[in-house]
């Protein structure tokens, strides 16, 4: 089976999965398999369920009469499929990628676009060399834009991203210390990030640049075409205000508030903002979108409970955000308490980095400091240092947190939202 004489078929189908409990009628099933799974047992029951086909890596599974198709690699033939498709797709295309805010980002855009197109977005964070794939092989005739968000956490993973996604549009969000380990230190985030812009350059496609971010400067000074904005000579200029916790912006006078907590988030709503002017979308229809948009996702999510508000975000953890929201929440009026979590994957530099914002955050001055996690108890000895959640569960059921405002932020493997219901 080839990508060419798959393609037909792949097109009648309404969607491709890679979930054996997710499969509807009508879907193409990638049965991939690993060391403790092999999801080519169950195609025959697929196709029985109504999938249109499935594609395995093991030829003594194929059936042909029942369209169960062999191939040598399920991964590389969805990656291949995916860019076969791409090549029929004559839209736009906004790739981004960088160390914190991509997520609420790609949401942001997504958002500001739909309301004059019809935007397909990645789903979550499908943001790596399955989900990008995934992503693409969802996009529909009816489609006008499409907005792919690329993860990674070591070098030439993005420019692999690149070839399949062919962005047209490609912004960066920031470059943080994220991944450190992966990427060999902070240069190397900046030189993994980076991808983005050596393949719109190369390709001749448009660059997205913050001009208030220098490193974002050096690395597109003298190329065109870009979009620019943050100075006041950009191509987009916007001003930040805030209403209680949350941050809005400014342009020619208008204002938009969002949901979103943090000034950091002020910049993620000026690249929607801009590319949503760059396609035309006037600022009224920008404003009902940021209203409009409500995260949901523990990203910069402010909730309230028992009249106290409650700042979660705990999807992810790197001393890049994790500074930017300490220096957030010490601006909330009234006592404080931060739960804060281990910052994964920072390699050697993880001790140091711990001991860092543990240092930012008795140097704020918060009511109560608790730490979640073995790198924060490592270099913590306060009562209030965690090993885990289940702990701080069992310390919170008899410790009620007395603070008019709680920030509960770390790393998406300590899991930190178990707590919720015990504050």
Known sequence: MNIEQFYPLFLQADKVTIDSRKIARND???AFSGDNFNAATLAEKAIDDGAL????????????????????STLEFLQQLSIHHRTHL????IGLTGSNGKTTTKELIHAVLSEKF????TYGNLNNHIGVPLTILSIKPEHEMAVIEMGANHQKEIEFLCTIARPDFGYITNFGKAHL???????????????????????HQTIVVNEN???????TEGYSPKITFGKEDADYNFESFSEEHFVGLIYQGEKAVSKLTGDYNFTNLCVAASLGLHFGISFEQIKHAVEQYTPTNMRSQVVKKDNRTLVLDTYNANPSSMTA??????????????????????????????????KLAHDLHFDEIITVGNHFKAVNSSELAFENTAQLAEYLQQHKIQSENILLKGSRGIALEKVIDFI
């Open 181 to 203: 380990e992966g990427f060999g230190g902070f240069e190397g985030v900046i030189k993994g990030k980076s991808e983005l812009y050596a393949y719109l350059k190369n390709n």
């Open 90 to 93: 004559n839209i736009p295309f």
């Open 53 to 72: 086909a499935v594609i395995v890596e093991q030829p003594e599974f194929e059936n042909k009469d029942r369209n169960i198709f062999y191939v040598p």
């Open 28 to 30: 193409i099933f990638f």
């Open 325 to 358: 929201s300490l220096h957030n929440f010490i601006t909330f009026e009234g006592s404080k308490t931060i739960i804060i979590g281990d910052m994964l994957e920072l390699g050697i530099e993880s001790e140091k980095e711990h001991q860092s914002i543990l």
């Open 118 to 121: 019809n935007v397909q977005y």
């Open 213 to 219: 971010d220098p490193i974002q400067v050096e690395k």
